[in-house]
């Protein structure tokens, strides 16, 4: 009975992490807001918008271009984000995908993007 209890105790405390679908608002090539919720894409890392990055010795405004990426990708589709936890600053990190495309995968292969390693491993090349 003792460990029943104790189960049931664990299960009640455990954090929830509900995966969360519908429209997306981006934020920048690595974050954006499905209603109320502030989704980091898990895995990924992608420049702020304002950052500007050089491209044959010349500035580019990178994160401009990450976050148009994304925004493109998304469209007027509904995008499902798996949870993976939330992150320091309280803001979920989401594996998602738009139409059965992983954004995260997406983003970096476009060159958009870089694996972020403090979350997974799972973007690295083989």
Do not use: F
């Amino acid at each position: 009975m003792r460990i029943l209890t104790l189960a049931i105790c664990l299960l009640l405390t455990w954090p929830a992490h509900a995966d969360v679908t519908g429209t997306a608002r981006v934020v920048d090539g690595d974050t954006i807001w499905i209603g109320e919720t502030k989704i980091r894409l898990w895995g990924i890392d992608a420049p702020e918008t304002k950052q500007v990055c050089q491209r044959g010795g010349k500035p580019w405004m990178c994160g401009e271009a990450a976050t148009e990426t994304l925004r493109q990708l998304i469209g007027n589709s509904p995008v499902t984000c798996e949870s993976h936890g939330k992150d320091r600053y309280g803001r979920m990190i989401g594996k998602c995908s738009v139409n059965g495309l992983d954004m995260g995968a997406e983003m970096i292969s476009r060159g958009l993007a870089l694996a972020y390693t403090q979350y997974s491993r799972y973007y690295l090349p083989n």
